[in-house]
């Protein structure tokens, strides 16, 4: 069975980057862009296709090449180019093979890459077998995990059943968040990263039981969505992003039975769908 990747982490799966293959230290939060429309998307995919074509042809250090693949499946399975993000990360997979010289942060880049391959096409064994080793070969290079491969090996454990598995994983992500919000203030990035963080952790919580927990999490993850609104000129995806987390919220309090309070969240989401559903008009 295909996976597609919830619109409220695709971001932070699909950030698979190293110090190599993404410059600006793989987890500075990125600028902001505007929303991306279908021809903006096949134009960048068939930017990423020709310089990986280009790459391929050019003699000697391979290294460029891989990178070019890789960044080219990451975009792929975004588009829901599982197939062809499949062959593109197996392909850099077999240049790595090639190389003399092994570098540790390219190869779990890679490896990565193929999970994510993998896992977009349904087939989770694989993924999380590369997966486990691209983490391993990362940390043992002295890098931290990127907050997009824990978020894909949480993913993978859900699948399992493994909530400890998965608790471990978004935690972890979590503490990344935090630590690039510190640093970077309310960046739309940042905020963004910790507000999908905390929802993961709260879906956790509350698969365990422990509402409590569950209710914070949500709660702080609603706050920072809020002033993500506040900050900056919001995407239709961060809106869309707020009502998942007040439906959220307002499920737990209706499970804890908190009736009025989950009222108020409902009406808060409802008038934020009919301001969707009626943008205003482009003077």
Same mark, same amino acid.
């Given at each position: 069975m295909r996976h597609?990747?919830? $619109? /409220?982490?695709?971001?932070?799966?699909?950030?698979?980057? /190293?110090?190599?293959?993404?410059?600006?230290? /793989?987890?500075? %939060?990125? *600028?902001? /862009? %505007?929303?991306?429309?279908?021809?903006?998307?096949? =134009?960048?995919l068939d930017f990423l296709r020709e310089e990986a074509r280009r790459r391929l042809e050019?003699?000697?250090?391979?290294? *460029?090449?891989?990178? &070019?693949?890789?960044?080219?499946?990451?975009?792929?399975? +975004?588009?829901?180019?599982? +197939?062809?993000?499949?062959?593109?990360?197996?392909? &850099?997979? +077999?240049?790595?093979?090639?190389? *003399?010289?092994? +570098? %540790?942060?390219?190869?779990?880049?890679?490896?990565?890459?193929? &999970?994510?391959?993998?896992? $977009?096409? =349904?087939?989770s064994a694989a993924a999380a077998e590369h997966l486990d080793r691209a983490i391993s070969l990362h940390t043992s290079a002295g890098f931290e995990v990127p907050a997009g491969w824990l978020n894909l090996c949480a993913h993978l454990a859900l699948e399992r059943l493994d909530l400890d598995a998965a608790e471990r994983a978004y935690a972890e992500s979590l503490a990344i968040a935090r630590r690039l919000l510190d640093a970077h203030g309310d960046s739309p990035q940042a905020l963004r990263d910790l507000s999908v963080s905390l929802d993961n952790v709260g879906q956790v919580q509350q698969a365990r039981g422990d509402l409590d927990a569950a209710e914070r999490a949500f709660a702080e993850s609603l706050a920072t969505r809020r002033r993500l609104v506040a900050v900056s000129r919001p995407l239709q995806q961060d809106l869309s992003d707020l009502m998942s987390t007040l439906s959220a919220l307002a499920n737990l309090h209706r499970e804890r039975g908190h009736g009025d309070v989950a009222a108020s969240l409902e009406q808060e989401r409802d008038a934020l769908k009919e301001r969707l559903s009626h943008p205003p008009l482009s003077p």
């Open positions: 597609r990747l919830p $619109a /409220s982490v695709r971001a932070l799966v699909l950030d698979i980057g /190293s110090p190599i293959v993404a410059p600006a230290a /793989s987890w500075v %939060p990125r *600028p902001e /862009s %505007p929303q991306s429309s279908p021809q903006s998307t096949a =134009g960048t050019r003699e000697g250090d391979r290294r *460029p090449a891989i990178a &070019a693949l890789v960044r080219l499946a990451h975009a792929l399975v +975004d588009a829901g180019l599982d +197939d062809e993000a499949l062959a593109a990360s197996r392909r &850099a997979r +077999d240049l790595l093979q090639g190389e *003399p010289t092994l +570098d %540790p942060v390219l190869t779990a880049s890679t490896l990565a890459a193929v &999970a994510l391959s993998e896992w $977009a096409c =349904g087939d």
